[in-house]
């Protein structure tokens, strides 16, 4: 009766922890997406401001494509305040959202690099080796989405939600 008694107690305190520490992180990345988006605000601006839009496309995509996983990661922790549970799907989408932002910027400086002109001398690595990292993104890519498609499909059986 008193193990018990001070079990419970034990479960209040710590889910109430649980939920501050959330809290605070949540806080945190709140203000990290704030100052993401204002730097991306700043750069799209300086970007068009000065006619230099197409060599700053990059970095706008870079900072949005963060402040997007940013967001996407703030979600799991709302929810996880919210529910007490951790959920897959979140960290699935922010999987994906890494995998097509490296897509992006890998076809960008690719992009920049043959724009150039003058094909550096190791010009012909650099290119081999973004083609394998493109293979296995593109390979990454499928297995997330895939994944996100099962988990939506195959929800966990309810007794494993309450715990």
Do not use: C
Request: net charge neutral.
């Amino acid at each position: 009766m008193i193990e018990e008694s001070l079990r419970e107690r034990f479960d209040r305190y710590f889910g109430r922890v649980e939920v501050g520490i959330y809290s605070t992180l949540a806080l945190l990345l709140s203000v990290t997406v704030i100052a993401g988006i204002a730097s991306a605000g700043k750069l799209l601006w300086d970007a068009l401001s000065g006619w230099t839009l197409a060599t700053q496309t990059l970095r706008v995509l870079n900072e949005l494509l963060v402040v997007l996983m940013l967001v996407e990661i703030l979600h799991t922790v709302r929810i996880s305040i919210r529910s007490h549970v951790l959920v897959t799907e979140p960290f699935l989408v922010v999987g994906l959202i890494a995998s097509i932002r490296r897509v992006l910027v890998i076809s960008l400086e690719m992009a920049t690099l043959s724009k150039e002109g003058a094909w550096p001398k190791e010009g012909d690595n650099i290119f081999r080796y973004s083609m394998i990292e493109l293979g296995l993104l593109g390979l990454l890519i499928f297995l997330l989405v895939y994944s996100i498609t099962l988990v939506r499909r195959y929800p966990p059986p309810r007794e494993f939600k309450d715990l």
